[in-house]
């Protein structure tokens, strides 16, 4: 019997507001505050910007959103800081005291408070899902089973602390070449990510996609994406602007010129007809 329903869904990670304007020259004064890397050619600068920006928790909560039935937040990404222990308290609605805005969405909770501290027991390399115990005989078994509830014991969190990437992989490429079970696959066309400018951008610019120095992606609702003709991020890259874009704007697809013929294109144009506004829209909620 269908005992709880998830509120909120999502991972930790290391954000401040200014995080979003980061650039591959940029980010080693993010980096170095939190890890030692002492030879600094051994990683790509452009992909580890892409984890500071913002960029890949909005592609990994859309994958989340177009696998599971949630959906995204109007505003996108928020990054409320909170501890393991506060999970529950802030990834619930806020019509219930918390910070989200409905039920049933993605968030990512920051492991830094907004003055720059760290936040103590984060969980900045872990998973985490919140839910509402529906009775009075779930919300008993929050506290049995030592799952961490709010104070009213109506909302509890389930948390990991880390996720093993590279060991995960292997399993999840076992799974699909050999037993055809994919980890997850999209149901719908719920989320989507768009570019949005990270600083004045010039007429005449190239893009540089993910990353870079030009764009970061939030986390958007697919409706509202295709309804505004916003460009995807992934499509942001390699081509150029036609007009000036002030910082912190979405960009539109009017605003480049790109090649209606490109696979990539094509691609995404092929997914907006087949998934797109009939699947765009919320749900009625995931329950477990």
């Not at 696998?67 to 219930?96: D, H, N, W, Y």
Request: net charge neutral; aromatic share 8%; with cysteine.
């Amino acid at each position: 019997m269908l005992t709880a329903i998830v509120m909120a869904a999502g991972k930790g990670t290391r954000y401040e507001p200014h995080y979003h304007q980061s650039n591959p020259d940029t980010v080693w004064e993010i980096l170095d505050k939190y890890l030692s890397i002492s030879d600094r050619k051994s990683i790509n600068p452009k992909m580890f910007n892409s984890f500071i920006d913002g960029t890949k928790s909005a592609i990994e909560m859309t994958a989340v959103c177009n696998a599971t039935g949630l959906v995204p937040q109007s505003g996108g990404l928020a990054f409320p800081p909170a501890s393991r222990f506060e999970l529950a308290e802030v990834c619930k609605p806020k019509s219930a005291g918390g910070a989200l805005e409905k039920e049933g969405v993605t968030e990512v909770v920051s492991s830094v408070d907004r003055d720059g501290r760290d936040v103590p027991h984060h969980l900045a390399l872990g998973t985490y899902v919140v839910i509402e115990g529906e009775t009075d005989y779930a919300r008993q078994c929050f506290k049995e089973y030592a799952m961490l509830p709010d104070k009213s014991g109506r909302y509890a969190a389930l948390y990991r602390p880390i996720h093993m990437i590279g060991l995960e992989l292997g399993i999840s490429v076992a799974s699909a070449a050999l037993r055809r079970e994919p980890t997850g696959a999209p149901t719908g066309f719920r989320s989507d990510v768009v570019a949005v400018a990270k600083r004045g951008l010039k007429a005449g610019e190239m893009l540089d996609g993910e990353g870079g120095f030009c764009v970061w992606g939030r986390q958007t609702p697919a409706e509202r994406s295709l309804a505004e003709g916003w460009l995807p991020l992934g499509l942001a890259q390699n081509v150029k602007l036609g007009r000036d874009i002030a910082a912190g704007t979405p960009l539109r697809w009017t605003d480049v010129a790109y090649d209606p013929h490109d696979l990539a294109v094509k691609t995404r144009r092929e997914m907006e007809a087949a998934f797109g506004r009939r699947n765009a829209g919320p749900e009625t909620g995931v329950m477990v």
